[in-house]
């Protein structure tokens, strides 16, 4: 696997986080930890990519709902 198809399955994982609305600092460190993946790496999220998404969205949420404050 060439440099270019390990970038082009970076950025696929990003935009399918970016479709659930993955707040962007999350999504950014999504990204900046997927420069350090090998081609394995990248391709067992890709192979899993449902699990992953429901783990970041799973975070995301988590976070939204630390800022509610509770009266």
Known sequence: MNKQDLQKKREN???KCEKY???PFIIDEISDSLAY???YK???IQDNID???DKIISLN???CNSLIIKE
């Open 13 to 15: 994982i990003i935009i």
């Open 21 to 23: 609305d993955i707040m």
């Open 37 to 39: 993946l090998n081609q």
């Open 42 to 44: 990248i391709a067992n």
């Open 51 to 53: 699990c992953f998404i």
């Open 61 to 63: 949420n988590n976070y």
